[in-house]
């Protein structure tokens, strides 16, 4: 069944109401009818069944048959601080970690970072990267939507994350797997989980010993040197697999 995604201002407690590029999606593209039935989500804490009842003014109506269970979003909020990479390798970040469970994705502008946005390009491109994240969530059918953070400084990351139970830094001077295992374990549900990836060019040390400082812990993600646009992905997918699998005994 199709999920659609709409403001929850338009969500009431018996219709729902889908519009802007949507509509013109169900209508023209789908060329769904009334009668065909629907999930709609707002994105945040609230999805629902439908069932077209009709087509007007810019607007698909529907009426609510039942509310939807929750049953896509991971036990713990897993926040990945991704260093701005080059090129639009920050939309394919963004994409696949939305598919693999991430709550939110806060860009960071580290000191070795190519890429320099000003706040026009910044709006611009934080505009564009929600739309992907959006994208990636009706795709993979999850009933919250991502939301990717305005651009931070790394000192304003490392404040914003403060109080998060859960803090890692993945780093390429780390050694060993078991501290990494013991990490993915401790994490509760509830919890809200900070991850820091680094750029092309890696963290200072400097910064890795502010981090440490501010409650991150140094992990390795394996004896392979990984590109930064797949060491969050890698992460995401371990912490995944804990838990869910976790849930599953």
């Known amino acids: 069944m199709y999920l659609f995604f709409t403001d929850e201002s338009l969500m009431g407690p018996e219709t729902v109401r889908i519009e802007g590029e949507d509509y013109n999606h169900i209508r023209n593209v789908l060329r769904m009818k009334e009668g065909d039935q629907i999930r709609v989500s707002n994105g945040k804490d609230r999805c ?4 077209i009842t009709s087509f007007s003014e810019g ?25 701005l990479p080059k090129a639009d390798k920050m939309e394919t970040v963004i994409q696949k970690n939305v598919e693999l469970g991430v709550a939110e994705i806060i860009p960071v502008a580290s000191h070795r970072c190519v890429v320099k946005l000003d706040a026009k390009k910044a709006a611009a491109k934080t505009e564009r990267w929600n739309s992907i994240a959006e994208s ?28 998060f139970e859960r803090k ?6 780390a050694e060993g797997m078991t501290a990494t295992r013991r990490f993915a374990e401790s994490i509760r549900p509830g919890e809200d989980v900070a991850v820091f990836i680094g750029p092309e060019g890696g963290f200072e040390e400097a910064e890795v010993e502010a981090a440490k400082a501010a409650g991150f812990l140094p992990l390795s993600l394996g004896r392979r040197i990984l ?6 992905m890698a992460f995401a997918a371990m912490l995944v697999y804990e838990l869910e699998s976790r849930e599953e005994e």
């Open 136 to 163: 990636a969530a009706k795709q993979c059918k999850r009933l919250r939507i991502p939301q990717v953070a305005p651009v931070m400084r790394f000192e304003e990351a490392l404040r914003y994350a403060a109080g």
């Open 227 to 232: 590109r930064t646009e797949t060491a969050g």
């Open 59 to 83: 607007a698909v109506c529907c009426a609510i048959l039942s509310e939807e269970p929750d049953g896509t979003e991971l036990p713990a909020r897993i926040h990945l601080f991704q260093c």
């Open 48 to 51: 629902v069944r439908t069932t």
């Open 168 to 173: 890692a830094i993945p780093y390429e001077n």
